[in-house]
């Protein structure tokens, strides 16, 4: 089976820094994907990691560690734009069939 | 510009009634899929398509069907089995069925009960 697990809700202040975890278990993996939410609107794609390692776009940093089946998204210099919900997904099989964890949402405080 | 356009944003079913929502994209995207997302919670797939005329169940597909017709459109029929069809429902693209490309999302379809 495939289970996907990241924190519920996050809370930051407007400038710091937030790290969002997910850990995954499937029966496969085929790469791992980050998408921002905003409320009520469409998901929109911010990472992918099929290699471990850090790979970095702007202020949002996407690591990968694929023996401890673990990713995280870093986002740096928060902006009160960033609150969100994050998903994290997997595509755990051959073709393109993901798997989303049940989202992060992080709330940025003045 | 191209996007994936899902209609209605807003729709309402009877008891016993069957809706079909509407997915086009105009990017060419071989690859499409049809989520269903509850409150507070994560994206779950119900159906999708590597290639058209050709279309597979995802994990919750009881209760919907699909056709994929024409490389451009899905439609997602919500039949009256599906007994608890309230939702926000995602289409989304992607480049073909391969692991490594994004899938691109359209704005959703907010379907709720009479």
């Known amino acids: 089976g495939q289970n996907i697990d990241q924190p519920t809700e996050m809370t930051a202040t407007e400038g710091a820094i937030v790290q969002i975890n997910c850990t995954y278990q499937t029966s496969g993996f085929n790469g791992l994907f980050w998408y921002q939410q905003h409320a009520g609107e469409a998901p929109t794609f911010l990472s992918y990691n099929v290699l471990d390692g850090l790979e970095e776009k702007g202020r949002f940093s996407s690591f990968l560690s694929r023996s401890k089946g673990y990713s995280y998204l870093l986002l740096k210099e928060l902006q009160m734009k960033d609150s969100a919900s994050y998903l994290c997904a997997v595509n755990g099989a051959a073709g393109n069939k993901l798997t989303f964890g049940g989202g992060t949402r992080v709330l940025v405080k003045p | 510009d191209g996007g994936i356009t899902q209609s209605p944003k807003y729709l309402f079913r009877k008891e016993g009634q069957n809706v079909t929502l509407s997915c086009e994209q105009n990017?060419?995207?071989?690859?499409m899929y049809w989520y269903r997302q509850d409150p507070g919670q994560g994206l779950r797939l119900i159906y999708y398509?590597?290639?058209?005329?050709?279309?597979q169940k995802g994990d919750i597909a009881e209760g919907y069907s699909v056709s994929r017709e024409k490389k451009e459109s899905f439609p997602l029929t919500v039949t009256s089995a599906q007994k608890n069809p309230t939702a926000f429902y995602l289409c989304?693209?992607?480049?073909?069925?391969?692991?490594?490309?994004?899938?691109?999302f359209g704005d959703g379809t907010r379907l709720s009960i009479l």
């Open positions: 990017l060419n995207h071989d690859a």
């Open positions: 989304a693209s992607s480049i073909d069925g391969q692991g490594n490309q994004p899938q691109h």
């Open positions: 398509s590597q290639i058209v005329n050709d279309f």
